[in-house]
């Protein structure tokens, strides 16, 4: 009989080859990607691939234990990105957190479950894009989430709740911790934070976020663990023969139809192993990496500002100068301060306050100067005239009173330290109008990308900045907490009371760290303006790309970005649904 030695090679390769079709193709394991891979296969008939470049982290203590915020920052499961020099903080490189698991970012944030306010949701549609507003959100903020009333012990530890705002049988747990701090602790905050103007807000997530609460959290407050995204939307549904996860996965490039170059035939992946191999995708690629990876992946395919791809000769198949602009983040400080008790209980006591609060009045800004320099610092790729347009919408919205401030206060509990006297005391600008980019550092898809977001580009932001801190410190000074709780860092030496403002700036650039709430960098905005997706989340110019996750949010918003991924990433299931229903499986 002839040795059929010949026909391994070939049988192998039929073997990996087979049943890499499917219908859709979502690279990314974060709160958008597996929200989408939940609703798209709910379809039996629907094939759904996810890649993900992490690994299940569903029995590391770093990420289950609620009481281990930062424990998991630096390891394997964070992506450890850093930024380019920042040329205007004293050319600090600033390091940036992002999940590196099943999961994504929601394995190692800080749980924080805190909705955009109205108004910034409702200026996505002033924008041109048609049916993102509030209104037509809150349904899907709502249908993601499983509420859990709050204990009598939670109420009376501060916790509080509307409940029409909430959903009750969707797949994501959001409650209180059985930790919540009790006595009186939770009170004095709230009188210290009146005494300054800020009304002690019932529900933080009913569009109005401005006040101070006890904020609520993604976790499974009965089982007392995190509940990140593979918890509420993979392992329900991990068994669906319809779906399939790669995981330690790296999404290299789109690939395109030999026909029709704006198609996408489907996604290039390198396995752990270094295999390299092609998953096709008949109806869509879907693009969820983060808006840190997401607009590089984009790069990578042919998509993005011709001048950015030609230096790796990466043939344009999109001109699209917006891919990686736009990019947003937030500059956060704390200040620690000690107790003469110790505090047995974890506590999310979060203040938000707006432009009234802090400053008084807005002051008058000269919103075209703004966006020459803005725009000047990102090679002109997104143009004046579009940022001045842009700016003068985010002005407006400070001028309406949206909040602009954020002082959230933790104990060493909150970290996986135990009991101690000692508070943690982060604070932030929300809006800030400096903007950066994300862009290829070289053609190989393993190489970081390159990441600049600017910080302080804008002289505006350094002075709200040092405005919020100047209002966290006169809360700790406010009666009662002022008796509760004496700063230790930076210190009344290291910054007296009077201190000018050039030597709060100095301390601001010098000790702040990334809030790791990027985004913009794939904005929804026209292709005029430098927008990258249309209002149903296309990539312009594209017959079957999408992106979904906060790359396409084009304004930071007042809240935390979790609660709005899952909200847009549900909306973005239904868009796509409705996109194929005519066309049928």
Not at 55 to 77: H, M, Q, W, Y
Not at 316 to 338: C, T
Not at 511 to 534: C, K, Q
Not at 552 to 567: D, F, R
């Amino acid at each position: 009989m002839p040795s059929l030695n010949w026909a391994i090679p070939f049988l192998s390769l039929c073997l990996l080859s087979e049943g890499l079709s499917f219908d859709y193709i979502i690279v990314g394991a974060g709160p958008s990607g597996l929200t989408l891979a939940n609703r798209l296969s709910a379809n039996p008939q629907i094939r759904v691939a996810v890649v993900e470049a992490g690994s299940d982290v569903r029995n590391n203590p770093n990420v289950t234990d609620v009481t281990k915020f930062t424990t998991a920052l630096g390891t394997e499961i964070d992506w450890q990105y850093k930024s380019v020099a920042q040329t205007f903080a004293g050319h600090r490189v600033i390091d940036y957190h992002s999940g590196k698991a099943l999961g994504g970012t929601s394995t190692i944030n800080g749980m924080t479950y805190i909705r955009a306010q109205k108004a910034q949701i409702d200026s996505w549609e002033a924008l041109g894009n048609l049916g993102w507003n509030w209104d037509s959100l809150l349904p899907y903020y709502r249908k993601s989430e499983h509420f859990d009333v709050p204990t009598a012990a939670q109420v009376a530890s501060g916790a509080s709740f509307d409940q029409v705002y909430h959903g009750e049988t969707g797949p994501l747990n959001v409650g209180f911790p059985y930790s919540l701090l009790n006595g009186t602790f939770t009170k004095d905050v709230q009188d210290s934070w009146e005494a300054l103007g800020v009304p002690v807000s019932k529900e933080l997530n009913g569009g109005d976020v401005r006040g101070i609460s006890v904020a609520q959290s993604t976790l499974d407050r009965d089982a007392n663990v995190r509940e990140d995204a593979a918890r509420a939307y993979y392992y329900p549904i991990k068994d669906r023969s319809n779906l399939r996860l790669f995981l330690n996965t790296t999404a290299n490039r789109i690939v395109w139809e030999s026909h029709n170059e704006t198609a996408a035939k489907g996604i290039e992946v390198t396995h752990a192993d270094g295999f390299i191999r092609v998953l096709n995708a008949r109806k869509e690629v879907i693009i969820s990496a983060g808006s840190l990876r997401s607009p590089a992946i984009l790069e990578l395919s042919g998509i993005g500002n011709p001048n950015v791809l030609s230096r790796f000769d990466i043939p344009v198949k999109v001109d699209l100068p917006g891919v990686g602009e736009n990019l947003q983040d937030q500059p956060n400080n704390n200040f620690i301060l000690q107790s003469n008790a110790t505090f047995n209980g974890t506590m999310s006591y979060a203040a938000f306050g707006n432009i009234s609060d802090i400053l008084g009045q807005l002051p008058p800004v000269n919103i075209s100067e703004f966006a020459l320099k803005a725009s000047s610092a990102i090679n002109n790729s997104i143009s004046a005239t579009s940022l001045t347009y842009l700016f003068q919408l985010q002005y407006d919205l400070l001028a309406s009173g949206v909040p602009d401030a954020e002082s959230i206060i933790g104990t060493t509990l909150n970290f996986g330290l135990g009991p101690s006297s000692i508070v943690a005391s982060a604070f932030w600008l929300l809006m800030p109008f400096s903007r950066g980019h994300v862009h290829i550092s070289s053609s190989d898809p393993l190489v970081y990308p390159s990441i600049d977001p600017n910080y302080f580009l804008i002289d505006f932001d350094l002075d709200i900045q040092i405005a919020v801190a100047k209002w966290t410190r006169k809360f700790w000074q406010t009666e009662p907490v002022s008796h509760l709780a004496t700063e230790v860092t930076p210190g009344f030496e290291a910054l007296p009371l009077n201190a000018t403002d050039e030597a709060w700036g100095e301390w601001v650039k010098s000790t702040f760290s990334a809030n790791s709430h990027p985004l913009g960098t794939a904005a929804m905005i026209s292709r005029e303006l430098g927008g990258v997706v249309d209002s149903r989340l296309k990539v312009y110019g594209t017959k079957n790309v999408r992106v979904v996750d906060a790359s396409i949010m084009p304004l930071q918003v007042s809240g935390h970005l979790t609660s709005t991924l899952y909200a847009i990433a549900e909306k973005a299931a239904d868009l796509i649904i409705e996109d194929h229903a005519d066309i049928g499986p």
